[in-house]
């Protein structure tokens, strides 16, 4: 029988491949070293799973408003200035957020702008929307602004923008947000602000979001996830700040989807709201000085620009590659010979490099890092 063309064209998730493969190596009996996860290494805070399991004890087991609890609505939307609960929405992660984003905001063959590499879903959620995606090469790693704008053509809906980014770590500066700001402006385009590892920003660096230019926010979509920044991975909740309108159009087609996001995931969330800041910042520190001690070990194998944020490095393996290897090839042997796991870049849209994850306990990181060197 015949499957869609929409199923047919686009590809599995490549980093949702390697945890299944890392999986069943693990089963086989063989030790893997992960630096492929993107994971936080740390516990649920205690407070989010009290306040889970209370909320399972109070009978919080039945469906919940589609857009999520009001409570939770109106928590998020202070982050947002002049935005209330009208103006945010709660799904199942921020992939979910992005999906139905997506779906909402473009017609057949739509365009939609996304900086190369880029997380390994945008393209893919693209066309399911019956998008295109045009891909704009980065330079060193940040923003070409004047590729982009090269980019826009009249079939343009959007700019996509992810800060800190996921693969590289790269940070964007806040000027160059604000010409994308303006390119927005001039063009009338939609800008998708995925923010997801906003909580991880080192060097003295404050996280930069598009929410800061009031000019644009009547265009301006923001995902932001619990995930992350909270180490809740497997709540699935994520969030999108956005006008109303497009709001209302997400929660109608969410409607049909999904539905609620589970009602007592939400009740940790709301903890995860109240915690203080101070409880998080170790996190970050440790995760800096993590990136710190791999880029130092990776900068000295490969080509590597030192990431700002998120938690990744992203190095260029391209003069490692002989005789027609690729990447994937490359991580592929690591695998099998070392047992350390990468994603190649392939899956990023990014061939000759591969995605290293710091995000590990320190001793899996030292071996695997060493494993990497007496592999090259």
Wanted: net charge negative.
């Amino acid at each position: 029988m015949k499957l869609s063309n929409r199923v047919n064209q686009i590809e599995e998730s490549g980093t949702v491949q390697f945890t299944l493969l890392i999986q069943q190596l693990r089963r086989a009996g063989k030790d893997v070293i992960d630096l492929a996860v993107g994971e936080p290494p740390y516990d649920t805070p205690t407070a989010v799973i009290e306040s889970t399991k209370q909320a399972l004890d109070q009978g919080m087991t039945k469906y919940g408003p589609v857009a999520g609890l009001q409570e939770l609505k109106l928590r998020l939307a202070q982050q947002f200035e002049g935005c209330d609960e009208k103006n945010i929405i709660i799904a199942n992660g921020s992939k979910q957020c992005l999906y139905t984003m997506f779906q909402a905001i473009c017609d057949p063959l739509d365009e939609v702008i996304i900086p190369r590499p880029f997380w390994v879903s945008f393209p893919q959620q693209v066309k399911l929307a019956g998008g295109r995606p045009i891909f704009v090469d980065t330079r060193n790693h940040q923003l070409d602004i004047d590729n982009i704008e090269q980019a826009v053509s009249p079939k343009t809906r959007a700019i996509l923008v992810n800060s800190p980014n996921n693969p590289t770590g790269a940070v964007y500066p806040a000027h160059d947000l604000e010409k994308i700001a303006t390119l927005a402006l001039k063009h009338n385009l939609y800008i998708i602000s995925d923010e997801a590892y906003s909580s991880y920003v080192f060097d003295g660096l404050q996280p930069e979001s598009m929410f800061m230019f009031k000019e644009i926010r009547r265009q301006l979509i923001v995902t932001r996830s619990f995930s992350k920044g909270f180490n809740m991975t497997g709540f699935r909740i994520g969030y999108v700040a956005a006008p109303s309108d497009v709001i209302a159009a997400l929660n109608k087609l969410q409607s049909h989807v999904t539905g609620n996001v589970c009602t007592f995931a939400q009740h940790g969330a709301l903890a995860a709201l109240g915690m203080n800041k101070n409880d998080m910042a170790p996190w970050c520190l440790d995760l800096e000085r993590k990136r710190d001690y791999a880029y130092g070990k990776i900068s000295g194998l490969f080509n590597c620009i030192k990431p700002q944020g998120a938690f990744y490095l992203f190095p260029d393996v391209s003069r490692h590659l002989d005789n027609g290897m690729t990447a994937a090839d490359l991580a592929k042997k690591l695998l099998e010979e070392t047992g350390v796991a990468v994603v190649p870049g392939e899956e990023f849209g990014m061939p000759g490099h591969i995605r290293i994850s710091y995000a590990v306990s320190e001793d899996k990181l030292v071996s695997g890092l060493e494993k990497i060197a007496e592999a090259l």
